[in-house]
C-alpha cells in the first residue's frame, strides 16, 4: 500500500477554486453597488470572512484521512437528516421556502450540506454492498438514501434544491455498476413526469385555447381511468413475463409502468406546486407571457448576457445590475453580472476554471484505488456540474428559473462552505489515491 504526502497537493485543483471563490467576492461586490456609485450592500464583506474560513475548512478536509469521513457518514447523514426535519418546523422562510435554520441572521441552510452528507453515505453503502449493486431490490433501497432528504427538502418547499440530488445519485449508482435500464427508468419517468405537469399550464397560459386531449390531465376522473388502465395493462405484462419469459414482455412492462407513474406523479405535482413555482416552468418556455412579473428575471438576465460582447463593460460598468435591473444578483444571477461586466472573455475564463475542476475530479475517479473515493468523487463532481450547468442555464434561458446557486460565485455562506469541504474531501482523495 501507497499514500501521497501533503507535498501531492493538487495545486491545479486549488488554484482554480480559489480563483472561482475570488471572481465570486469582485461580483458580489460590484453587484452592490449602485448606478451612481453609493455602496448599498455590504454582502462582499460577509463573503470574504466565509471565504476564508471556507479554505481553512478545504484545507483541514484535505489533511484529514476520508476513512474518517467514511466510518462517520451514517451519523453524518442522520444528523443532517435531523436537521432538515427541524427545518420544517423551526425554519426561517427565505424567498418563499422554510430552509433556513438559525436567529437573526446567522444561521446555515441543511440542505447544502445534507447533499455532501448523502453523497458520503451513500457512497459508503454502493462500495459496501457494491456486488449488489444490480439487483432491483437493492437499487431502489440505495435510490432510496437519496430519496430522504428530496423529500424533507420537497415539503419546505425548495424544488430546485431538491432536484440536485437525483442526478447526483443516479451518477454514483451508475459508477458503482448499477444496471443501465435502472437508471434509464428513473431518468424516463423523470423527464415525462415534469412533461406531463407542465401540459395543463401550457394549455392555459401558451396555448390559450382548450385542447380536449388535456382533460385526461386535468379531470380527475378521466385520469383515475387512465392511470387505472396503463397500470393494468402493466400488471398484465408483469404476469406475461414472470410466466412465460418473453424479452417483449418485460419491456411493456418497463415502460408502460413508466407511463403510469408519470402520470400519477404528475396528477400530485400539479396540486402540490405553488403558483409561482407553475409560473417559472412556463416562463421558461416564454418569459413574455408575464414579462414584468415572473418573467422579468429572465429577460432582464439575457439582456444583460447578450449586452457584455466579447469583452464586457468593465468590472463596475455594467448597467443591468446597477441600476437594479436584476432581481437576487448577488446570488442566483450572479453569472448575468460577470457576463455584462467581463463579456465572453470572462465567461471563457470561469468555465475554463469549472472545467479544470471537473477534470481533476475524474481524474481522481479514475486513479484512485478505493471504491467509496471513487464513487463519492462522482457524486461530488455531479453535484458541481449539475449547479454549474442549470445555472448557468437559468442566466440564459436554457433552463427554467429554480433557485440553484452557482457554485463559488453566488452568495452564501451555507453553499460555499459546502462546496469548499467538497474539494477538500477531493483532495484528501487525491493525497491517498494510491490508498486501497
Not at 472545467?355 to 484512485?368: A, E, Q, V, W, Y
Amino acid at each position: 500500500m501507497r499514500s501521497k504526502s501533503i507535498f501531492g497537493f493538487d495545486l491545479l485543483l486549488f488554484i482554480a477554486t480559489l480563483t472561482l471563490v475570488s471572481i465570486g467576492i469582485a461580483f458580489i461586490f460590484s453587484s452592490g453597488i449602485t448606478s451612481t456609485g453609493i455602496i448599498y450592500s455590504r454582502e462582499y464583506i460577509k463573503q470574504i470572512i466565509w471565504a476564508i474560513t471556507g479554505i481553512a475548512l478545504l484545507i483541514l478536509f484535505a489533511s484529514i484521512d476520508y476513512a474518517l469521513m467514511r466510518r462517520w457518514s451514517l451519523r453524518i447523514y442522520l444528523g443532517f437528516a435531523a436537521l432538515l426535519f427541524a427545518t420544517l418546523f423551526a425554519g426561517n422562510v427565505v424567498n418563499g421556502a422554510k430552509s433556513w435554520l438559525g436567529v437573526w441572521e446567522l444561521g446555515i441552510q441543511p440542505s447544502e450540506f445534507c447533499k455532501l452528507a448523502t453523497i458520503l453515505y451513500l457512497a459508503h453503502i454502493l462500495d459496501k454492498y457494491s456486488s449488489q449493486i444490480k439487483d432491483l431490490r437493492y437499487f431502489i433501497l440505495f435510490f432510496g438514501i437519496a430519496l430522504i432528504p428530496v423529500g424533507l427538502i420537497l415539503m419546505q418547499p425548495d424544488l430546485g434544491t431538491a432536484a440536485v440530488y437525483i442526478p447526483v445519485a443516479l451518477s454514483m449508482l451508475f459508477i458503482a455498476g448499477a444496471r443501465t435500464r435502472h437508471i434509464l427508468f428513473i431518468i424516463l419517468t423523470g423527464f415525462l413526469l415534469v412533461f406531463l405537469t407542465m401540459l395543463p399550464p401550457y394549455e392555459i397560459y401558451l396555448a390559450k385555447r382548450t385542447i380536449p386531449a388535456m382533460s385526461l390531465l386535468t379531470d380527475k376522473t378521466l385520469a383515475a381511468y387512465l392511470i387505472a388502465a396503463v397500470g393494468f395493462i402493466c400488471a398484465l405484462a408483469l404476469t406475461g413475463y414472470f410466466l412465460i419469459k418473453k424479452t417483449y414482455f418485460y419491456w411493456l412492462a418497463f415502460f408502460s409502468m413508466i407511463l403510469t407513474l408519470a402520470l400519477a406523479g404528475s396528477f400530485v405535482f400539479r396540486g402540490a406546486l405553488k403558483e409561482y413555482q407553475i409560473m417559472r416552468l412556463i416562463v421558461f418556455l416564454d418569459p413574455n407571457v408575464d414579462p414584468r412579473g415572473a418573467g422579468w428575471n429572465i429577460i432582464q438576465s439575457v439582456t444583460a448576457v447578450g449586452s457584455g460582447g466579447l469583452w464586457g463593460k468593465g468590472f463596475l460598468k455594467g448597467t443591468q445590475s446597477h441600476y437594479r435591473y436584476i432581481p437576487q444578483q448577488s446570488t442566483d444571477f450572479i453569472f448575468s453580472i460577470l457576463s455584462e461586466e467581463w463579456g465572453f472573455a470572462g465567461v471563457t475564463l470561469v468555465f475554463a476554471l469549472f472545467l479544470i475542476i471537473i477534470i481533476r475530479g475524474i481524474f481522481i475517479i479514475r486513479t484512485t484505488k478505493d471504491g467509496f473515493a471513487a464513487i463519492a468523487s462522482t457524486g461530488i463532481i455531479m453535484m458541481i456540474f449539475f449547479h454549474f450547468a442549470v445555472n448557468v442555464g437559468m442566466a440564459i434561458s436554457l433552463m427554467p428559473v429554480t433557485g440553484i446557486p452557482l457554485f463559488f460565485l453566488s452568495y452564501g455562506g451555507s453553499s460555499l462552505w459546502s462546496v469548499l469541504i467538497s474539494i477538500g474531501l477531493l483532495m484528501s482523495f487525491y493525497l491517498r489515491r494510491f490508498k486501497i
